[in-house]
Each structure stands twice: as C-alpha cells, then as structure tokens.
C-alpha cells in the first residue's frame, strides 16, 4: 500500500486552552518530527496527547467560532499550516463511531476517497485492499450501524489507510480490540509503515505492545509542554520511575490490585436463559444464545473476540436492550417493582435506582452541561436528597481525579477523563447491578488502578458487579467469574459456561 512523501512536523511553542476551561490543555510545546520518523505520545491521561494530535490533524482552529478555544504558536506539516494541509494527515480518533458516516462499510471507506477526487476507477481496489489490511470481516456491504467497538475500530483504521496518508496519527487504536485483533492491526502497521514509509505520531497507553513499531517517545506534561525526548530505552531509562509515579504504563512498573480471598457469592440478581439477539433486518447473529446468572457480591467478567456479543449481552443484562430468544429475570434481590421480572418493562426510575450502566462509549450517557451536574443526574433521578447527592458528587470526583474538572462540559474531556465520568455516573445512583462495558479504556496506569479498585470495592459491599473488558489485567485483579465467547467478528457460537478466575 504505497503513500505519498513522509511528512515533517515542526510544532513551534504551541499551547490550546479548550473553550470555557481556565486551564490550558497545552502550553509551550516545542516538537521537531523527520519526515519518516515514529513518534509514541506519552504522559498521564488528560496530558493533552489527544489534543496535539488534533491539531496535528488540522482540527483545531481559535479562528473557528465552533472551535471554541484559544491558540498560542503554531503548527506546521512541510513547513505550512497544518490547518491548511489536512489532506497530508490521517487521525484514527479514539471513538472510532465518531468517524463513520455511511451505512455500509464499503461506502464508508469510499467516503475520504470520494472528496479526495481519487479517481472512480481506482476506488473499490483501494477500499478492499483496505479492509483486507485491517481483517475486516464482513466486506463491502455491511451495515455500520450492526458494528461492534472494535469491528468499527477496524473500519476506521481502513477509511484512513485507504487515502495514504503522509502523516499517520494514531489515538489508542488497539484499545477497544481482543488479544488477538490488536495484534492483527499492530502487524499489518508495520507491514504498511515499512513499505510506505509514512511519519507516525501515536498515543498508546499500554505502551509495551508498541515498542517495536516507535523509534522515539515523548512524554507530555497537563498544561505544559514536552517534559522528556529520546529513544524509548533512553526515555525509559533515564525518566521511568518518575513516569511510573506519573501514571505512564511503563514497562516493569505494572501497577497491582490485590485480590480478596473469594468468598461465596450472594443471592441471584439477574438470570438469563438462553438469551440471544439478531440485528433487525439482517440475518446477523448479534448475540449467540447464552445462559448466565449475576450474583451479588461478585464480579463476572465477559470476554471475548470483538464481534462475539459481549456488549449486547450487557445491554440485554442491564435491561435496555430486548432479547429476541429467551429470557432476563430480575431476581427478588434486585428489588425493583413487584411483579415484574422483566427487567426491560421496568420504568426507568426503578430501573436507574437497581443497575448501573457504562456504555462502550461514554458520550452516549452524557446528558449534562458539566462534570458536576452529570453526576447528579442518576441520583436526583432516583429521589436521593440534595445532601446527599452532593456529597456522592464530591466523593467521586475526589476518588476518580475529577475534581479540578467539575465545571467543565463532559464533552471536553480527554477519552480516559471521559470514561472514568461515565463510570462515576453510573455507580452515584448506588445501584445493586453495576454493568460496565470496557470501564478501563483509556486510563494511565494510577487512573486504571483507581478504577479496579473501585470496582473490587463495590463487589466487595456486596453489589454485583459485569465487566464487559479485553483488559486480561483487570480480570486478573477484580473478577471472579469469565464468561467466554469464543467466536467473535459475525460467527455465531455460544459462550461456554461461566469459570472461576483463579
């Protein structure tokens, strides 16, 4: 997959101030790229590693009333605004939903094609060389909207390979992807950076499975500039007790959750019997037929390939989604209205009092104008006491690292910042059931160690708690139980039963 020239990067005492915010994102970043080179962007969640790759991208203009930021320094891609050369870079964007805009996979990654003027003739060659690069499963013809997390991951990375880009800018493009599909597309970057030569500017969390596609990293500081710049064993070597303190994942410096002693669970909350669940309209399996209880006191983890059902179950746990077969009984010990076990003709305010609900993305929950108010919403729903919410509020703003951002709109948050918000809006309302679909996505190592320990807790008050994660280190530290898919990316095939974790 051939590319046009490698781009350099010259970022000149460059800072952003989001709209509304007191304190920059960035301020006085200096950063000099080959043309050809591989960057890795380090630094705690919230550092402004996704912002730089935005302006990187042409994204970010203060001259832009719907921008709504201010803008000091300058960007450059070849020595020429970066706002002006968009068609030079591609950005793979953490929420990969937010970068699809067709119906059909196929028309989707035509779409940058098309306003490129690539010519007709040599579109489809280029969307299906694509698509086959990333092992996207399904072909041309399938619906966006019937999509996983990670199968969208895929599509977007395609919609960006296919226009071949000079400067490739990656956000966490393996995070929401099984074992074995980051590995796929880790493999087939390397193949297309070897061959095409293009610069890349990438922010990987877990930086270890990176390595050996960077040749550099560099470590941003919240509000500040580059803090560190070198080779990675340089970077890691000279500054990597201090990036540990910092929350960078750095190798060797894993941070660990101490496991309970199992004890036996409490009584059933939730029942499913042979739930499963088929995409309207189409003859797509989303959900094979599985059979799991959810108990109290304990946390199930449901792992999978990407494709397999995992989300759709949590949806079908939580009580927002209707199964097509089978059923979802709320137990007594779920409490809820009597009478009615179906969880799904639960009224909402006895449904958002009894299960919690972090969606795979975050910006779906968002109802609010800032941090505060969002996580107020759940518990003024449920009738909690003015009192009360308050001090929910500030206790979880404290324990997630929230609280210097209480006034700020949810969707100005960084990926990590904004799913640690939507975790935090799902556990206020104190629910019996807390169902999590990829609830450490995004985190540095200390906002990660937070979060499994937050949910260890909740199990261990007594609640239950599901976990829909690829993160084989937060099964470790926190489940009980796995429920495993073993077939994933549209082939239907039924968990098997649920193990204990060791």
């Known amino acids: 997959m051939s590319a046009p020239p490698a781009v350099g990067v010259q970022v000149r005492c460059w800072g952003w101030r989001h709209g509304g915010r007191r304190a920059w994102a960035l301020r006085g970043v200096d950063l000099h790229v080959e043309p050809g080179e591989r960057v890795l962007l380090l630094g705690p969640s919230g550092a402004g590693k996704s912002t730089l790759l935005a302006a990187l991208a042409g994204l970010l203009d203060a001259d832009d009333a719907g921008d709504a930021g201010e803008q000091e320094g300058e960007v450059l891609l070849d020595g020429r605004p970066a706002r002006g050369v968009r068609h030079r ?13 067709m119906g059909r996979a196929g028309d989707d990654v035509a779409f940058g094609l098309e306003n490129r003027g690539v010519p007709a003739a040599q579109i489809w060659p280029r969307v299906d060389e694509a698509l086959q690069a990333v092992g996207f499963p399904y072909g041309r013809d399938a619906l966006t909207g019937a999509l996983s997390g990670g199968e969208q991951q895929r599509l977007a990375l395609a919609g960006i390979l296919a226009l071949r880009p000079g400067l490739l800018l990656l956000d966490e493009v393996t995070a929401n992807l099984d074992p074995g599909g ?3 597309i880790r493999a087939t970057l390397a193949e297309i950076l070897d061959a095409a030569g293009s610069t890349v500017v990438m922010v990987e969390h877990r930086v270890a499975s990176v390595l050996d596609l960077v040749d550099r990293a560099v470590v941003l500081e919240a509000g500040g500039g580059v803090v560190a710049d070198g080779s990675p064993d340089e970077v890691f070597g000279l500054y990597g007790g201090w990036l540990a303190d910092r929350g960078v994942w750095v190798p060797g410096h894993e941070p660990v ?8 669970p409490g009584p059933a909350l939730a029942t499913a019997e042979q739930v499963t669940f088929r995409y309207p309209g189409t003859d797509r399996l989303g959900l094979p037929p599985t059979s799991v209880a959810v108990a109290a006191g304990q946390a199930l983890a449901v792992t999978g390939p990407n494709g397999s059902g995992k989300s759709t179950l949590a949806l079908v746990l939580a009580g927002l989604l209707r199964p097509t077969d089978g059923t979802v009984r709320a137990e007594a010990a ?19 009092r009894a299960v919690g609900t972090v969606f795979q993305d975050p910006e779906h929950q968002f109802v609010a104008a800032t941090v505060r108010d969002e996580l107020a919403v759940g518990p ?7 009192g009360e919410i308050a001090a929910r509020v500030d206790e979880l703003l404290e324990r997630l690292g929230l609280t210097a951002l209480a006034a700020a709109n949810p969707f100005t948050l960084s990926g990590g910042e904004k799913r640690r918000l939507s975790v935090a809006t799902a556990i206020a309302t104190a629910p019996r059931m807390l169902v999590t679909d990829e609830p450490t996505f995004g985190q540095d190592s200390r906002t990660w160690a937070e979060l499994a320990l937050l949910l260890a807790d909740l199990r261990d008050e007594g609640r239950a708690v599901v976990m829909v994660t690829h993160d084989e280190a937060l099964v470790d530290a926190v489940a009980d139980v796995e429920l495993r898919f073993a077939t994933g990316t549209g082939t239907a095939g039924a968990a098997g039963p649920a193990r204990s974790v060791p």
């Open 89 to 101: 870079a591609g950005l793979v964007m953490q929420d990969p939903e937010a970068a699809l805009v």
């Open 182 to 184: 980051a590995a796929l």
């Open 257 to 264: 959750v101490r496991r309970r002693a199992i004890s036996p």
């Open 334 to 352: 779920l409490g809820g209205p009597a009478g009615q076990p179906q969880l799904t003709r639960w009224r909402g305010r006895d449904l958002v």
């Open 380 to 386: 003024r729903s449920a009738g909690a006491p003015p």
